[in-house]
């Protein structure tokens, strides 16, 4: 049950393996084990846009207009994480239960009295395992564009805020959400992967599906897969994601919704350099299906494009304990057949450095400097709309 939950980062225990953190195991009487790790983490960011954006294309994630102007302390990219993880083999069967709980330190912007923080229950899956593979049964990270996410610098991070008028940012920060990837999101799911251990896996599986825009009607599950390989420093990946929504419970027009991601990233010692994409159609450019479907043309099978890449460098100098990181990357979302052409772009550069203070405590400086602009008709529209924050913050991974 390690294999998924950890590869995962669980967004959570993986985020601590990453660091060494061990976590508490205990041992129980019927032969199982016991495990309580997570991670705490908060951040000190100001953020500020400019005061002369006008970009309103559709999907635009950067406010125009001067919007935004405030400092404040919140979780980043990673929400805290405290995860609870039961294991135990009966006969050649190896099983598991997980349970993922990620509590914000932050309210909405603006609001005084921050009762009843919330509590994210992200993970709740039963894992059943042996020398075929493994089945994941529950609530997990998506397959697609989940190596996309696990490999961005501002997963330790803010990256972009998400913060763009008060009453906004009780949750985590988007860090490169809609800045280079669609986030692959906590889902139902049933969901296989072969058997650990091996350079290659493979993982495909049935998940509950989304609404997309006036296609609300789902009477199929959603389809996804991945493929990873890594050896010798190398790691590559695949994925691919297959969706139909109906505009009506029955009857009515389909719609198919697909996408498909990769990357390759290299890593020694002392640097990492990764490049990652994806291309679809009807998935959005943030959260699936999110400013992904035309509202136009009744009766036809239509849906917006959307695209996105990330190029990142990490350097960490020879017995240090300061890794240093920059990235580029861009999303965009092109208009469905049957309505006016234009094209929103959001690109966000990042820019950090990661001390690992102790074995658990990671200490956090980060720039980031994100934009939206637009095109209607080939031609760029008004004045693109810009934003940024300074960060300095603390993670704690047990």
Do not use: E, M, Y
């Given at each position: 049950m390690k294999r998924i939950g950890l590869v995962c980062l669980g967004l959570a225990l993986g985020a601590a393996n990453t660091v060494h953190a061990q976590g508490l195991t205990m041992q129980m009487g019927n032969g199982w084990n016991f495990t309580f790790s997570g991670n705490v983490n908060a951040f000190l960011y100001y953020e500020k846009s400019n005061t002369g954006g006008t970009t309103v294309t559709p999907g635009g994630l950067t406010p125009g207009g001067g919007a935004v102007s405030a400092t404040r302390i919140t979780t980043g990219l990673l929400p805290a994480f405290a995860v609870f993880?039961?294991?135990g083999k009966e006969g050649n069967t190896d099983l598991g239960v997980h349970f993922g709980f990620a509590p914000q330190v932050n309210c909405a912007t603006g609001v005084n009295d921050c009762f009843g923080a919330q509590i994210d229950m992200r993970q709740v899956y039963l894992t059943i395992g042996g020398d075929w593979g493994q089945l994941l049964v529950g609530r997990e990270l998506g397959l697609f564009n989940r190596q996309?996410?696990?490999?961005?610098?501002?997963?330790?991070g803010v990256g972009a805020t998400g913060n763009g008028t008060p009453g906004s940012g009780a949750g985590t920060t988007l860090g490169r959400i809609g800045f280079g990837y669609v986030y692959p999101n906590f889902r139902a799911q049933m969901t296989y992967?072969?058997?650990?251990g091996q350079p290659y896996s493979f993982s495909i599986g049935l998940f509950e599906a989304a609404s997309v825009g006036n296609y609300a009607f789902t009477q199929i599950p959603r389809v996804e897969a991945e493929f990873t390989y890594a050896q010798s420093g190398f790691?590559?990946?695949?994925?691919g994601t297959l969706q139909s929504t109906k505009d009506a419970p029955t009857g009515g027009t389909s719609m198919t919704g697909w996408g498909g991601s990769g990357g390759l990233r290299y890593e020694q010692s002392m640097f990492s350099v990764t490049g990652s994409g994806y291309y679809g159609k009807g998935i959005g450019t943030t959260l699936y299906g999110i400013a992904g479907s035309s509202n136009l043309g009744a009766g036809n099978d239509d849906a917006r494009k959307s695209y996105g890449f990330i190029g990142q460098v990490t350097v960490t100098p020879t017995a240090s304990k300061l890794t240093i990181a920059g990235s580029y990357g861009s999303s965009y979302l092109k208009n469905a057949n049957n309505e006016g052409s234009f094209r929103t772009e959001n690109t966000l550069v990042s820019g950090g450095l990661y001390y690992q203070a102790t074995k658990s405590l990671?200490?956090?400086g980060e720039f980031d400097y994100w934009w939206t602009k637009g095109k209607v008709g080939g031609v760029t529209v008004g004045s693109k709309n810009t934003q940024w924050a300074p960060a300095l913050g603390f993670m704690l991974f047990f």
């Open positions: 993880d039961a294991k996309n996410i696990l490999t961005d610098q501002t997963l330790f992967s072969t058997k650990a790691k590559g990946w695949l994925g990671k200490v956090v």
